[in-house]
Nanobody, 119 residues
Framework: QVQLVESGGGLVQAGGSLRLSCAAS????????MGWFRQAAGKERERVAA????????YYADSVKGRFTISRDNAKNTVYLQMNSLKSEDTAVYYC????????????WGQGTQVTVSS
């Protein structure tokens, strides 16, 4: 079992930056792939970024490439999402997720943190 708690959301002006953090419980954090999803009002949930257990491999949605950076600190059981050059279309609830190596789906989800970008 993994429990995930996000923090760092808030209100920011367009062009600004925010860093989301996700603290994970459990002793096996370093064995999980981690991801960030977001869901805007009235829209489908979208995978924004993902990172492999070691941190070597990353994935970004085209909509955030070059602006967002995912990273992890396995010693601190924490994954981060650095968001720069924010746009109004980045406004959404952001969720931290974890996927075990034996799974093909993200099985663990945080409660979400709201990011609002004002134009």
């Amino acid at each position: 079992q993994v429990q995930l708690v996000e923090s760092g959301g808030g209100l920011v002006q367009a062009g600004g930056s925010l860093r989301l953090s996700c603290a994970a419980s459990g002793r096996t954090f370093s064995s999980y792939a981690m991801g960030w999803f977001r869901q805007a009002a009235g829209k489908e949930r979208e995978r924004v970024a993902a990172i492999s257990p070691s941190g070597i491999s990353t994935y970004y949605a085209d909509s955030v490439k070059g602006r967002f950076t995912i990273s992890r600190d396995n010693a601190k059981n924490t994954v981060y999402l650095q968001m720069n050059s924010l746009k109004s279309e980045d406004t959404a609830v952001y969720y931290c997720t974890a996927r075990a190596s034996s799974s093909v789906t993200y099985d663990y989800w945080g409660q979400g943190t709201q990011v609002t970008v004002s134009s």
